[in-house]
């Protein structure tokens, strides 16, 4: 978060995270009294964040006590300038959720080129496009006010309640009947709240979920099944041996199967509206509203970006990066070997550029 406090531990390397100022006292450049540099004060430094205002001008902000500050407590200790402090404190952060992207992709045998970095909240399109350079993602997605989208997600999202059993069972003809069992057990539960606690008249599913391992092993993946029944066995099986060579890059067809848990998930849908094309502008020269300087890093050095309102940006019109797109939620960077493109519904593409 952009409060991450940056600092250098007793050894004298700069960690970032994860004690933070929070939005009080914040950032030192919120001039609210924080003392401690963050992630924010940071890319205010560097131009990413706009070193005046924020939120659309209704928050003032000031850069230099940040940049004062990053100069006293980690430049000068470790013979760095400013902007390779701040700029040192980005990579960091950039460092940390990109990890934290691998341990849940790569590690899992999954090709990232192939995926979209999807980047929403108040501070996720700041960090995307370095993001997405250091784990080899080729697109990111930013939609329309990124910081307000969890907010909306959840006056959006479907009602839902989990179960589970513990099972601890070796799955086969004799004992697929006490899979079958606890299921039912877990859809009467969910039915119960079903008809009484979600929506009247609502579509709504019951989604079963099977922990399971190969005998011997000590972790599981969950395998999902579309129903859990007396004849649905088979299916589990298939499921597993290709979930595990898809996790894995192996699968041990003839090894038995251990279940250790039946979940099931119960969902009472919620109606969508119509999603409806937001107005825009009709150039880029329209919603060009400054050009300043930016730190791209130390190859790239300081370079003059321009600076675009997202509600003025035009539809299917690309633009080469660098370049910052501020709006009251957030701020989106996009760095000079990306281009982008905003969709009829507003939501800006980012691609690594040639």
């Not at 924010?40 to 850069?63: F, H, Q, W, Y």
């Not at 460092?95 to 090709?111: F, L, P, Q, T, Y």
């Not at 907010?151 to 006490?178: F, H, K």
Request: hydrophobic share 45%.
């Amino acid at each position: 978060g952009g409060g991450s406090i940056a600092a250098l531990d007793d050894a004298g390397a700069l960690k970032v995270g994860p004690t933070s100022a929070g939005a009080v006292p914040g950032p030192i450049s919120y001039l609210r009294g924080g003392t401690q540099v963050t992630l924010t004060d940071a890319n205010i430094v560097l131009g990413r964040l706009n070193p005046v205002s924020l939120l659309e001008g209704r928050m003032k902000v000031d850069r230099a006590p940040a940049e004062a500050a990053i100069r006293r407590q980690i430049a000068e200790p470790l013979g760095l300038s400013v902007e390779e402090a701040a700029h040192g404190i980005i990579s960091i952060a950039t460092a940390n959720m990109s990890r934290a992207i691998r341990s849940v992709s790569v590690e899992h045998g999954h090709d990232l080129a192939t995926f979209t970095l999807f980047a929403f909240g108040g501070a996720g399109p700041l960090h995307a496009a370095e993001v997405a350079e250091e784990c080899n993602l080729n697109k990111i997605v930013v939609p329309k006010e990124p910081g307000t989208l969890c907010a909306r997600g959840v006056l959006l999202s479907d009602l839902s309640r989990d179960y589970v059993r513990t099972a601890l069972i070796e799955a086969n003809a004799d004992t697929w009947p006490r899979v079958v069992t606890l299921g039912n057990e877990l859809a009467a539960l969910a039915r119960e709240w079903l008809a009484s606690g979600a929506i009247p008249g609502a579509s709504q599913e019951l989604l079963f979920t099977l922990d399971a391992r190969y005998s011997g092993q000590s972790h599981y993946i969950p395998v999902h099944l579309g129903t859990l029944n007396d004849g649905a066995m088979n299916e589990f099986a298939r499921n597993f041996h290709r979930a595990h060579a898809d996790q894995f890059g192996y699968s041990l067809d003839e090894r038995d199967i251990e279940i250790v848990n039946v979940r099931l998930r119960a969902v009472s849908y919620v109606a969508k509206g119509a999603s409806v094309p937001p107005a825009m502008g009709r150039s880029l020269e329209t919603a060009l509203i400054d050009t300043r300087q930016v730190y791209f890093g130390a190859d790239r050095g300081w370079i003059g970006t321009p600076v675009y309102r997202r509600a003025l940006l035009p539809a299917a019109i690309p633009f080469d990066g660098p370049a910052i797109v501020e709006e009251m939620s957030g701020t989106t960077v996009i760095l000079p070997c990306q281009t982008a493109e905003v969709d009829r519904f507003g939501n800006i593409h980012i691609l690594l550029r040639g």
